[in-house]
T-cell receptor, first 113, second 113 residues
Framework: DTGVSQDPRHKITKRGQNVTFRCDPISEHNRLYWYRQTLGQGPEFLTYFQNEAQLEKSRLLSDRFSAERPKGSFSTLEIQRTEQGDSAMYLC???????????FGSGTRLTVV | AQSVTQLGSHVSVSEGALVLLRCNYSSSVPPYLFWYVQYPNQGLQLLLKYTSAATLVKGINGFEAEFKKSETSFHLTKPSAHMSDAAEYFCAVSQAGNTPLVFGKGTRLSVIA
């Protein structure tokens, strides 16, 4: 068990560009979550999946954001037409349907310049 | 809806002193409660969790928390602070052990030598 992996760890992009982040959960975990954390704040929920089904999306997830988990394993989070306000740490977590608790990845820090 | 309030955005203690980080929650259903620690530019590490079993929960690194339903609180304590405890601490609540977490804004703990 290698834990939850996120790639890349850091991303610097110019405003208006598209970016995509990847999350590989713990293999036996069927739920996967995305959170956004801005400086000095707690993580805010964006969306989550059970297997390949997206169960819930936060109102924070504007139409520029899209998340997928096509085969119920890894997930991608894409941000189109990035804005400076998108600069944040994007955290991924996974959990098992039958056990309590969540495992977080190390996050992807996005800087939009 | 669920929410978490962490009293004190910054707490400073002397090395060897008691650590007390406060967390109050709001939940319409019996809550699952968590404390996480975050070191700079890293993800979240679980310290401990309450999942409707014992009200006094012991976690890693000497931390513990007590669930008090009457006070809707889940305060985190450690008898003796160590320099390595300096970090950001987040309290979080969920409806079950595998539904999205709602986080507080965090408390930054400083430990003074």
């Amino acid at each position: 068990d290698t834990g939850v992996s996120q790639d890349p760890r850091h991303k610097i992009t110019k405003r208006g560009q598209n970016v995509t982040f990847r999350c590989d959960p713990i293999s036996e975990h069927n739920r996967l979550y995305w959170y956004r954390q801005t400086l000095g704040q707690g993580p805010e929920f964006l969306t989550y999946f059970q297997n390949e089904a997206q169960l819930e999306k936060s109102r924070l997830l504007s139409d520029r954001f899209s998340a997928e988990r096509p085969k119920g394993s890894f997930s991608t989070l894409e941000i189109q037409r990035t804005e400076q306000g998108d600069s944040a740490m994007y955290l991924c977590a996974s959990s098992s349907l039958h056990r309590d608790g969540y495992t977080f990845g190390s996050g992807t820090r996005l800087t939009v310049v | 809806a669920q929410s978490v309030t962490q009293l004190g955005s910054h707490v400073s203690v002397s090395e060897g002193a008691l650590v007390l980080l406060r967390c109050n929650y709001s939940s319409s259903v019996p809550p699952y409660l968590f404390w996480y620690v975050q070191y700079p530019n890293q993800g979240l590490q679980l310290l401990l969790k309450y999942t409707s079993a014992a009200t006094l929960v012991k976690g890693i690194n000497g931390f513990e928390a007590e669930f008090k339903k009457s006070e809707t609180s889940f305060h985190l304590t450690k008898p003796s602070a160590h320099m390595s405890d300096a970090a950001e601490y987040f309290c979080a609540v969920s409806q079950a052990g595998n539904t999205p977490l709602v986080f507080g804004k965090g408390t930054r703990l400083s430990v003074i030598a």
